[in-house]
């Protein structure tokens, strides 16, 4: 199936990856340069409306990082939830 990239949230993302929490600076460590066996992974990727923390296009997998931003909002979040 298709990802589809939303230039409309290009601005957002990288306001994102500059102010990024603790949490996704240490995730992000061990992913950046290919450190995860090998694999490419993207910050703060927009796909669809979406803004997904990392993103791995060779296995199509997301990685969300939830934090306090996510307290009381586990419906909201039910709703964001996609697969492909």
């Not at 796909?47 to 996510?70: A, R």
């Not at 039910?78 to 697969?83: D, L, M, N, V």
């Amino acid at each position: 199936m298709k990802i589809y990239y939303n230039s409309k949230l290009r601005a957002l993302s990288r306001k994102l990856r500059n102010s990024s929490t603790l949490s996704e600076v240490l995730v992000w460590n061990m992913l950046k340069s290919k450190k995860m066996k090998g694999y490419q992974f993207m910050r703060q990727k927009p796909i669809d409306n979406y803004l997904v923390d990392f993103y791995c296009s060779k296995l199509k997998l997301v990685i969300e990082i939830d934090g306090d931003s996510h307290n009381q909002k586990h419906a909201e979040d039910k709703i964001r939830e996609f697969r492909y």
